[in-house]
Every structure is written in structure tokens, then in C-alpha cells.
């Protein structure tokens, strides 16, 4: 077969034919064939996090020592999680600019349960993740029965959810959590193990290496081309290798947080989720073209439901692991930058404004992206003032690269 690709053949099965066909060299060509038509994937927040974090090193070499990233993956989670349930509803093309506030109110709802009211501690976590999915709920029945615009309904819920979390806090605006109690150890101080966070990484390997495999079992059985097993066992191998690398590193300092483990396993059910089921394939077409699905037998109006529950009960977890990592629930959680936070990190990560286009993953990278920032300015001691100013630029550099991608697709679409 010529190595060379022909101009008669649409980019999208150019693509299929030289990763499934041609082993890594193809899989290479295939990403370039991908660029071309503008789908960049993950390469802009990839080269972006580099750039930032050579930068930083370079003013401060403590950026990478292997303490300061441990902590950077604990600041990581409690957000990021919040931003994995906003990648949700902007794949449906909405938004919701309440996660913050609901974020606090789980928290609130933890700590006064727990420690005022004497529950324990798992009925008063299941009590604030119960409360995020109604809210959710809510939001969904305003949009599907009431054509009420999710930037309303979300900013309206901010302000109610807002005003519930200072009525329950009272006269004292905070509850102290129980410092050695579990939930606040997982928080702060529980780390993986070191074999076992090297077992894990061989797990995620050999999971990919079978993923991959029965994937490409099932394309042949239907008479597709399919990668080879050669290619299968180099990207498993190299996965292995590179997260071993980084779990070596992590463990020459504290170690992995279990916290941030939560948190990359709920973005790899997430992107299961989003990838490999007719849910995922539906928020995908929804998103896409609402009517479109609509008409293709998809019921759209549940697939709203989802993705607005989904979120706001990540929010609300992601609320209950904040609490955990400050030990208080208090008037400021979920507050100040919390809800742009999220939101930036699902965007910068990739996950695209204009519904359709996203992945579990973005808001994995985006919330690194904006942790990175905040960590290396505190480190050269320079003002929150511009980590704000930072922060909104790569946002919105974010934003414009999204929208030039988009139109290189319609116009590859076409032509």
C-alpha cells in the first residue's frame, strides 16, 4: 500500500485507514489528518500546560519538586470534580452557574447533619448528594417544560442555593469538621500506598490493552479495519511507562492522594460513559443538533434530565470533598472563584461552548491548567490579582481556539 494519501478519499476515512492500517506511523498521520480538519483534541491545553509549567520552573524550581505537585493534585480534586459535571450540560450546550453555590450547599447540609444534628457522617454525604441530583432535577423540568433558558434557572438556583447555605450555617457562619475522622483524613492525608499505586498503574495498562482489544475484535467480526495487536501493546506499554514515570515521582515526595484517585476514576467512568454507551453517543447528538436527535428517536428530554443531575451531584460531591479538605463547612465554601473555576477548567480542558464536543478528560487537564497557574504564582509571591487576569486570558485563548477549530471543521464539512 502507498504511504502516500490520497486526495480522493475524505479526510474522516483517511483518518480510519492510516491508525487502523499503518500501526504507530499511522496513528501519527492519522493525528495530523485530525489536526487538518481542525479536530485539535487535547494538543492545545497539552502544549499550554507545558508552556506554564517550564515558565514557572524557571522562576521558582520548587514548581516541580515532587511536595508541591502532590499538593497541586489535592487542590486539583475538589474542583475538578465540580468541572467534570459541568462538562455535562456543555455537551447538551447549556451551562449552569450554580455548581458553586451547590457546592457549598453540600457542604453546609454535610456539616450540620454530621456534627449539629449528630447523623452519621454517610447518611448526612448521601443527604448532600441527594439534594444536588433535585437540583439538577429542577433546573432539567424548568428547560423541558418551561423553555426556561439554563442561564436563568442555574442563576436563579445560585441565589436560592446561596441564601439556604447561610440559613442553615445560622449566627456562626461555619462548623468545624472532626479532625481525624475519616471523611477529613481522606481530605488531607490519605495517601495510595506505593505498590499499590504501582499496581494500579499496570491496571489502568492492561485495562486499556483490553478495551482496546475487544474494540478492535468487534470491528473485524463486522468487517472493519481494526488496529493491529502490535499497536495495541505499544500504546498500553507506553501508557504503563508514562504513568509509572509520574508515580515514581509523586512517591519520592508524599505520594498519590487518594482524593485525586476519586477523581481521575469518576473522569474514566465519566469518559466510558460519554464514549462507549448510547447515553454518551445521545448527549453527543443532542448537543450536535437538538432536532436532529430528536427526530433520529433519541428522547431529548431525558438526556436534558441527565446531564443537568449529573452535574449538580458532582457539584454537590465535589462540595463535600471541599469541606473535607479545609475540616469546615462555613458561609465562604463554594464562594469566590469556585464557580468560574469549574467552569473555566471544562472549557480550557477542551469541552466546547457550542455543545457537541467535549471529554471527561477536559476537565481533568483544564483544572490542572488552572491549579498550575494559581500554585506557581503563589510560589513567586505575586497577588491573586493576576492569577485572575491570567486565568481569563487562557480562557478566553481557549475560547477563540475552539471557535477557529469549529470553523475549519464546517469548512473541511464543506468542502
Given at each position: 500500500?502507498?504511504?502516500?494519501?490520497?486526495?480522493?478519499?475524505?479526510?474522516?476515512?483517511?483518518?480510519v485507514r492510516l491508525?487502523h492500517?499503518?500501526?504507530l506511523a499511522g496513528t501519527i498521520?492519522a493525528?495530523?489528518?485530525?489536526?487538518?480538519?481542525?479536530?485539535?483534541?487535547?494538543l492545545p491545553v497539552?502544549v499550554?500546560?507545558v508552556?506554564?509549567c517550564?515558565?514557572?520552573?524557571?522562576?521558582?524550581p520548587?514548581f516541580?519538586?515532587?511536595?508541591n505537585?502532590?499538593?497541586?493534585?489535592?487542590?486539583?480534586s475538589?474542583v475538578?470534580?465540580?468541572?467534570?459535571?459541568?462538562?455535562?450540560?456543555?455537551?447538551?450546550?447549556?451551562i449552569?452557574?450554580?455548581?458553586?453555590?451547590?457546592s457549598?450547599?453540600a457542604s453546609t447540609?454535610?456539616?450540620?447533619?454530621?456534627?449539629?444534628?449528630?447523623?452519621?457522617v454517610?447518611?448526612?454525604?448521601l443527604a448532600?448528594?441527594?439534594t444536588?441530583?433535585?437540583?439538577?432535577?429542577?433546573?432539567?423540568?424548568?428547560?423541558n417544560y418551561?423553555?426556561m433558558?439554563?442561564?436563568?434557572?442555574s442563576?436563579?438556583?445560585?441565589l436560592?442555593?446561596?441564601?439556604?447555605q447561610?440559613y442553615l450555617?445560622?449566627?456562626?457562619g461555619?462548623i468545624n469538621l472532626?479532625y481525624?475522622?475519616p471523611?477529613?483524613?481522606?481530605?488531607?492525608?490519605?495517601?495510595?500506598?506505593d505498590p499499590?499505586?504501582y499496581?494500579?498503574?499496570l491496571?489502568?495498562g492492561v485495562?486499556?490493552f483490553?478495551?482496546?482489544?475487544?474494540s478492535?475484535?468487534?470491528?473485524?467480526?463486522?468487517g472493519l479495519?481494526a488496529?493491529?495487536l502490535?499497536?495495541?501493546?505499544l500504546?498500553?506499554?507506553?501508557?504503563?511507562i508514562g504513568l509509572?514515570?509520574i508515580?515514581?515521582?509523586?512517591?519520592?515526595?508524599?505520594?498519590v492522594?487518594?482524593?485525586?484517585?476519586?477523581f481521575?476514576?469518576l473522569?474514566?467512568?465519566m469518559?466510558?460513559?460519554?464514549t462507549?454507551?448510547s447515553?454518551?453517543?445521545?448527549m453527543?447528538?443532542?448537543g450536535?443538533?437538538r432536532e436532529?436527535?430528536?427526530?433520529?428517536?433519541?428522547?431529548v428530554?431525558?438526556?436534558?434530565?441527565?446531564?443537568?443531575v449529573a452535574?449538580?451531584?458532582?457539584?454537590?460531591a465535589?462540595?463535600i470533598l471541599?469541606?473535607a479538605r479545609?475540616?469546615?463547612?462555613s458561609q465562604q465554601?463554594?464562594t469566590?472563584?469556585?464557580n468560574l473555576?469549574?467552569?473555566?477548567?471544562?472549557?480550557?480542558?477542551?469541552t466546547s461552548?457550542f455543545?457537541?464536543?467535549g471529554?471527561?478528560?477536559s476537565?481533568?487537564?483544564?483544572i490542572i491548567v488552572i491549579q498550575?497557574?494559581?500554585?506557581?504564582?503563589?510560589?513567586?509571591?505575586?497577588?491573586?490579582?493576576?492569577?485572575?487576569?491570567i486565568t481569563?486570558?487562557v480562557l478566553a485563548?481557549a475560547?477563540?481556539?475552539?471557535?477557529?477549530?469549529?470553523r475549519?471543521?464546517?469548512?473541511?464539512g464543506?468542502?
Amino acid at each position: 500500500m502507498s504511504n502516500r494519501i490520497s486526495t480522493n478519499v475524505p479526510l474522516d476515512q483517511q483518518d480510519v485507514r492510516l491508525k487502523h492500517e499503518q500501526g504507530l506511523a499511522g496513528t501519527i498521520r492519522a493525528f495530523w489528518v485530525r489536526v487538518r480538519t481542525g479536530d485539535l483534541g487535547s494538543l492545545p491545553v497539552v502544549v499550554g500546560l507545558v508552556i506554564i509549567c517550564s515558565i514557572f520552573q524557571y522562576l521558582n524550581p520548587v514548581f516541580l519538586s515532587s511536595n508541591n505537585l502532590v499538593n497541586l493534585l489535592f487542590d486539583c480534586s475538589t474542583v475538578g470534580i465540580i468541572a467534570l459535571g459541568v462538562v455535562c450540560v456543555l455537551m447538551v450546550g447549556e451551562i449552569d452557574l450554580s455548581v458553586g453555590s451547590v457546592s457549598g450547599l453540600a457542604s453546609t447540609i454535610t456539616g450540620v447533619l454530621w456534627v449539629s444534628n449528630g447523623w452519621p457522617v454517610a447518611a448526612a454525604i448521601l443527604a448532600a448528594l441527594l439534594t444536588g441530583s433535585v437540583i439538577g432535577l429542577l433546573y432539567a423540568l424548568l428547560y423541558n417544560y418551561f423553555s426556561m433558558p439554563s442561564f436563568v434557572s442555574s442563576l436563579a438556583g445560585l441565589l436560592a442555593a446561596l441564601g439556604m447555605q447561610l440559613y442553615l450555617l445560622g449566627n456562626t457562619g461555619s462548623i468545624n469538621l472532626p479532625y481525624g475522622s475519616p471523611l477529613v483524613n481522606f481530605g488531607q492525608m490519605l495517601l495510595i500506598p506505593d505498590p499499590l499505586s504501582y499496581a494500579l498503574v499496570l491496571l489502568v495498562g492492561v485495562g486499556m490493552f483490553l478495551t482496546g482489544y475487544r474494540s478492535a475484535q468487534r470491528r473485524r467480526n463486522a468487517g472493519l479495519s481494526a488496529p493491529s495487536l502490535s499497536n495495541l501493546l505499544l500504546k498500553a506499554a507506553i501508557t504503563i511507562i508514562g504513568l509509572g514515570a509520574i508515580v515514581f515521582y509523586l512517591n519520592q515526595g508524599r505520594g498519590v492522594p487518594w482524593m485525586f484517585a476519586l477523581f481521575v476514576a469518576l473522569v474514566v467512568l465519566m469518559n466510558y460513559a460519554l464514549t462507549r454507551t448510547s447515553w454518551g453517543r445521545a448527549m453527543h447528538a443532542v448537543g450536535g443538533n437538538r432536532e436532529a436527535a430528536r427526530r433520529s428517536g433519541i428522547n431529548v428530554r431525558f438526556i436534558y434530565i441527565t446531564a443537568f443531575v449529573a452535574c449538580s451531584t458532582l457539584a454537590a460531591a465535589g462540595g463535600i470533598l471541599a469541606a473535607a479538605r479545609l475540616a469546615s463547612s462555613s458561609q465562604q465554601a463554594g464562594t469566590g472563584d469556585v464557580n468560574l473555576n469549574a467552569i473555566a477548567a471544562a472549557v480550557i480542558g477542551g469541552t466546547s461552548l457550542f455543545g457537541g464536543r467535549g471529554s471527561a478528560f477536559s476537565a481533568l487537564l483544564g483544572i490542572i491548567v488552572i491549579q498550575s497557574i494559581a500554585s506557581g504564582l503563589t510560589l513567586i509571591d505575586l497577588s491573586s490579582s493576576l492569577r485572575y487576569m491570567i486565568t481569563g486570558a487562557v480562557l478566553a485563548i481557549a475560547v477563540i481556539v475552539d471557535s477557529l477549530a469549529r470553523r475549519s471543521r464546517m469548512s473541511h464539512g464543506r468542502a
